[in-house]
Nanobody, 115 residues
């Protein structure tokens, strides 16, 4: 049974930083493409960043240069370093694991950006 557990969310002022973590168990982590998605109230869930099993990364335009996704296969964990946070980054952030037709989601961690 796959389990994805996000942590690291919280309240931060604009311009601040947060580091999200997603600890994964129950699957062969190294095989999976890992992604971070977010969903703000009244909006659709959107892909923020993704990292393949080989380490290739993708970022949505709005976070390029500010967010960094990384993975530690030894720890079965994926990270999202978020710098220069903006109010529009506030959302519930979800971790996703995808391999072929298999995909799993975490429960989400809340990020609030406010002064």
């Amino acid at each position: 049974q796959a389990q994805l557990v996000e942590s690291g969310g919280g309240l931060v002022q604009p311009g601040g930083s947060l580091r999200l973590s997603c600890a994964v168990s129950g699957i062969t982590f190294s095989r999976y493409t890992m992604g971070w998605y977010r969903q703000a109230p009244g909006k659709q869930r959107e892909l923020v960043a993704r990292i393949s099993s080989g380490g290739s990364t993708f970022y949505t335009d709005s976070v390029k240069g500010r967010f960094t996704i990384s993975r530690d296969n030894a720890k079965n964990t994926v990270y999202l370093q978020m710098d220069s946070l903006k109010p529009e980054d506030a959302a519930l952030y979800y971790c996703n694991a995808e391999w072929g037709y298999q995909y799993y989601w975490g429960q989400g961690t809340q990020v609030t950006v406010s002064s």
